[in-house]
Nanobody, 121 residues
Framework: QVQLVESGGGLLQAGGSLRLSCVASGRTYSSYVMGWFRQAPGKERELVAAIRWSGIITYYADSVKGRFTVSRDNAKSAIYLQMNSLKPEDTAVYYC??????????????WGQGTQVTVSS
């Protein structure tokens, strides 16, 4: 089992920045892919960014390229999502997730509880 705990969400104005954190515990296999998903009201959950514990970044959604950066700290078993130039359309619940392989679907093995990000115009 892998436990994931997110933090760092909040309310801010468009153009601002926010950093989300996710701490993993349990059977955090080094081969796992770690990802950030988000789900806006009335929309499907979508993969925003993914990274392997090795540090190789595997994916960014087109909508966040150039604005969001995913990173990891193996010593802390943590991954981060630095979000810059935030837009109202980035408003969503953001979830940290872990999976044995890379996949853009939301059928990943393990999920955090989610953290709300609200961007006002």
């Amino acid at each position: 089992q892998v436990q994931l705990v997110e933090s760092g969400g909040g309310l801010l104005q468009a153009g601002g920045s926010l950093r989300l954190s996710c701490v993993a515990s349990g059977r955090t296999y080094s081969s796992y892919v770690m990802g950030w998903f988000r789900q806006a009201p009335g929309k499907e959950r979508e993969l925003v960014a993914a990274i392997r514990w090795s540090g190789i970044i595997t994916y960014y959604a087109d909508s966040v390229k150039g604005r969001f950066t995913v990173s990891r700290d193996n010593a802390k078993s943590a991954i981060y999502l630095q979000m810059n130039s935030l837009k109202p359309e980035d408003t969503a619940v953001y979830y940290c997730a872990a999976n044995r392989r890379m996949s853009s679907s939301d059928t990943w093995d393990y999920w955090g509880q989610g953290t709300q990000v609200t961007v006002s115009s």
